[in-house]
């Protein structure tokens, strides 16, 4: 449900709006080599001797492995275990693993999977969790919400922001290229979702935080301000796309929902992932939702278009590799993803004509 604006009476009698809760991280360190002040991070929160590790099986031979030697080394005890699938099968099996071992601190290392299932498992187990990025592919990396197939919830589900986030960039620089592109359709897609909250905002009088709307939007502006030096795949570039994918995970933390990073252009994002047979990256399909969202708020779409472009980022159906006919149906599918979240979709959704007619104008299907 979306935070509605109530009111509430103080036994003075008085009448306040109710107070509004934040979880934030609380260490972040970008930039090349932080990983080998983990040890010290852990120490600095108050965490002495052991620690969990979720991780994929690839990413544990590319950097988990020396992780877990390094810790060692500063005489931390350290268990880990692979995660496969973001999964509720993989998240209970990982709560329950947390629950044996009792760590000071769960740690999550990988692109996504491993992210998710140690944010989620963790809330459940009431540990904290420290995220490791190994790719800046989406603003999961430091949101509180996870997003884990096998919900009722179709998008994603509210669990807590990571304690610290250490985001190693000669790592991350190692992940191809797609990932940050992709990680960057994420962060510009903010531009149509933070207008969507604004309208709701007026049209329905839901909450809407202009500290955390305004956040999310300057990370999506910088990004896009940015594209050419991102494109060119230097150190300073990959630090501003992880600075504006920290951003947008904190924005999601000042709102106290998903409503800054996640409109419209999710929406058809979501929807492509259940009826695409092979979806795209979640990042890239919402790129390509901001430029067909963005015409319709009658904003600069061309704008959203050529910075995607710039990024070598996808803007057409044929460079997401997903075939029209799942692009017009997920357009028309879009508004039924979410039904309490209120988009430039209105409550109808679009009609097949309409939604072929979209995609045509915008370039996305031929
Ligand atoms: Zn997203």
């Keep these: 449900m979306e935070t509605k604006i109530l009111e509430y009476t103080h036994s003075t009698g008085m009448t306040f709006r109710p107070p509004h809760y934040m979880q934030l991280p609380r260490d972040i360190l970008i930039g090349r080599g932080v990983l080998n002040e983990l040890a010290e991070v852990c120490r600095g929160l108050g965490f002495h001797s052991s620690i969990f590790i979720l991780t994929g099986r690839k990413v544990y031979g590319i950097v988990t492995h020396e992780i877990i030697r390094a810790l060692e ?6 268990e880990f275990s692979f995660i496969e699938e973001v999964h ?5 099996k990982a709560k329950t693993q947390i629950e044996e071992l009792n760590p000071d601190v769960v740690l999550g290392v990988g692109g996504g999977k491993a992210i998710d299932v140690a944010k989620l498992s963790s809330t459940l187990a009431r540990k904290s969790f420290i995220s490791i990025p190994t790719a800046a592919s989406h603003d999961g990396i430091s949101s509180p919400r996870a997003s884990i197939k096998g919900l009722k919830e179709p998008t994603s589900i509210q669990a807590q922001a990571p304690l610290a986030i250490l985001a190693d960039t000669e790592v991350i620089s190692k992940a191809p290229y797609k990932l940050t592109a992709s990680g ?3 962060i510009i897609s903010k531009y149509t979702a933070v207008r969507d909250w604004e309208v709701t905002h007026n049209l329905k009088n839901e909450y809407y935080g202009e500290y955390a709307a305004n956040l ?5 502006m ?9 494109s060119g795949k230097s150190e300073e570039g990959l630090r501003i796309v992880l600075e504006a994918l920290i951003s947008c995970g904190v924005s999601m933390s000042i709102a106290g929902s998903s409503r800054p990073c996640s409109g419209s252009e999710h929406l058809f994002s979501h929807a492509l992932d259940r009826v695409a047979a092979k979806p795209a990256l979640h990042g890239e399909q919402c790129g390509v939702g901001a430029i067909i969202m963005a015409y319709l708020q009658k904003r600069n779409w061309k704008m959203i278009r050529e910075t995607l472009k710039q990024l070598n980022a996808p803007t057409s159906a044929e460079e997401l590799g997903i075939e029209a006919e799942y692009i017009v149906e997920a357009l028309t599918l879009a508004h039924k993803i979410r039904p309490e979240r209120y988009t430039v979709l209105g409550s109808e959704g679009l009609t097949r004509e309409a939604a072929e ?3 045509e104008v915008t370039n996305v299907i031929p």
């Design 216 to 220: 999310a939007l300057m990370s999506s």
């Design 357 to 359: 007619a979209l995609a």
């Design 222 to 230: 910088l990004v896009m301000k940015n594209a050419k030096l991102i």
């Design 88 to 92: 509720m099968q993989s998240v209970q």
């Design 184 to 186: 960057c359709g994420d």
């Design 73 to 78: 080394r500063s005489d931390y005890e350290v």
